[in-house]
């Protein structure tokens, strides 16, 4: 998965992620801007298809990068393999509170799913986390082996989590923050895991009591359908 931001022009380092770029005007109506946003998606469209069937999507980056800015500059795109259709356009605002009126706007307004395409507005899970390798520096991962330890609060419907991986003594301090939330996005989605998960630690060494990541799916995703079914 490679995260497209555009960048600032006179920053050496680019700000945080949550910031909106002081020289792009935020939309007052979000709404607006997801169909603006459509509208020249329906233009680019054939390029934007071109580009990924010749493995060429850096042609197509620029053109995508403005379109999105102009929905809110603080908010990231990528381009992906699909779950069910050939392609995915993934949109994220991280899950800051103050973007999801815009994601929420322009997921609202995409066409549907098609054969060739699919929206989705924050990362959603894989299929099947643990058929996932990962590469960090010198390391493959496999997420087959990361362990976690879920502790419920069952009165505030969230989980405190400790990730474990064999690796994690191995990484140094970056890598190892990557470990520890990577698994969590690619197993629950980006959204979910903002929802249901509030302590999250790495454990270097392994805990007692750890379930592997698809037990950690059913068990959050069971406990967000108990508080839909309470709602």
Same mark, same amino acid.
């Given at each position: 998965?490679?995260?497209?931001?555009?960048?600032?022009?006179? *920053? %050496?380092? @680019? +700000?945080?992620?949550?910031?909106?770029?002081?020289?792009?005007? =935020? $939309?007052?109506? /979000?709404?607006?801007?997801?169909?603006?946003?459509?509208?020249?998606?329906?233009?680019?469209?054939?390029?934007?298809?071109?580009?990924?069937?010749?493995?060429?999507?850096?042609r197509v980056?620029?053109?995508?990068?403005?379109?999105?800015?102009?929905?809110?500059?603080?908010?990231?795109?990528?381009?992906?393999?699909?779950?069910?259709?050939?392609?995915?356009?993934?949109?994220?605002?991280?899950?800051?509170?103050?973007?999801?009126?815009?994601?929420?706007?322009?997921? *609202? %307004?995409? @066409? +549907?799913d098609d054969?060739?395409?699919?929206?989705?507005?924050? =990362? $959603?899970?894989? /299929?099947?986390?643990?058929?996932?390798?990962?590469?960090?520096?010198?390391?493959?991962?496999?997420?087959?082996?990361?362990?976690v330890v879920?502790?419920?609060?069952?009165?505030?419907?969230?989980?405190?989590?400790?990730?474990?991986?064999?690796?994690?003594?191995?990484?140094?301090?970056?890598?190892?923050?990557?470990?520890?939330?990577?698994?969590?996005?690619?197993?629950?989605?980006?959204?979910?895991?903002?929802?249901?998960?509030?302590?999250?630690?790495?454990?270097?060494?392994?805990?007692?009591?750890?379930?592997?990541?698809?037990?950690?799916?059913?068990? =959050?995703?069971?406990?967000?359908?108990?508080?839909?079914?309470?709602?």
């Amino acid at each position: 998965m490679k995260w497209f931001r555009r960048k600032g022009a006179d *920053a %050496a380092d @680019p +700000p945080d992620p949550r910031t909106p770029w002081p020289d792009e005007p =935020v $939309p007052e109506d /979000p709404a607006a801007a997801a169909a603006e946003f459509w509208r020249k998606w329906d233009e680019l469209l054939p390029e934007v298809s071109s580009a990924l069937g010749e493995n060429e999507p850096h042609r197509v980056e620029t053109m995508l990068l403005d379109a999105v800015a102009r929905v809110h500059p603080g908010l990231q795109f990528s381009l992906e393999r699909g779950h069910r259709s050939i392609y995915a356009l993934v949109l994220s605002g991280q899950e800051d509170p103050a973007l999801r009126p815009y994601t929420d706007a322009w997921k *609202a %307004a995409a @066409p +549907p799913d098609d054969a060739l395409w699919e929206y989705h507005d924050s =990362v $959603p899970p894989v /299929p099947d986390p643990e058929k996932v390798t990962v590469n960090l520096g010198e390391h493959r991962i496999a997420l087959a082996d990361v362990r976690v330890v879920a502790q419920v609060d069952e009165a505030e419907h969230v989980v405190d989590i400790a990730v474990h991986h064999p690796a994690m003594a191995e990484l140094a301090e970056p890598a190892r923050k990557a470990m520890t939330f990577l698994p969590l996005d690619a197993t629950l989605g980006e959204r979910l895991a903002a929802e249901r998960l509030r302590r999250v630690e790495t454990a270097i060494t392994k805990p007692e009591g750890t379930i592997g990541l698809v037990e950690l799916r059913e068990l =959050v995703r069971g406990l967000d359908d108990i508080v839909g079914g309470s709602a």
